[in-house]
């Protein structure tokens, strides 16, 4: 028996019913989504590591090029969880090793807030040619080149919009995963 999807590609059920993660037609297409983000998330990973390689960021690991950007968006200085949260990760140690990294490579820099005791990171001078820089290379190697998809700008908001939504329901099945008890293997 064949089903079509929503890109009307034929998909063949009993290739989906040897598998654990897709014993249903909504299993498999959950399936497909989730293997699709682990193969982009490679892909994504490997485009940012090469273009800062390139743009004068080879030193830094993937983490570290993004906290970089986020630290650079709108010019004003994060802290580390502002830094956590806008990243939706939780290893608030891990993003402050990075920054302390960062700062030593003197591509960041810490700044003191006035009443607090937290303190916050800005991009010096250094970062920002380095990040203008890698910004300029990212327009001209990818998104000059994207702009070719038929309605891309469309496409690309209501994915953002998806994922976004879909995002909140993984976080939210994490919550509720972490009550659950561990599931003993049959033996």
Known sequence: MKQK???HEQVEDAH???WH???SDHEAMSTDFEWSILRWQQAFERWITQLADITGLSELSYIEIIIMHVIRMQDRPKTAASI???LNRDDIPNIQYCLRKLVKMELCCKVSEAGSKTAAF???EKGKTLTDNYAAARRKILTEQSKNIENVDAKLRESTQIISLLTGLYDE???ISASYSPIETQK
């Open 5 to 7: 999807n929503s890109n």
């Open 16 to 18: 989906y019913r040897a």
């Open 21 to 23: 993660l897709a014993r």
């Open 84 to 86: 956590a949260r806008q």
């Open 122 to 124: 800005s991009v010096t």
């Open 173 to 175: 099945a994490a919550r």
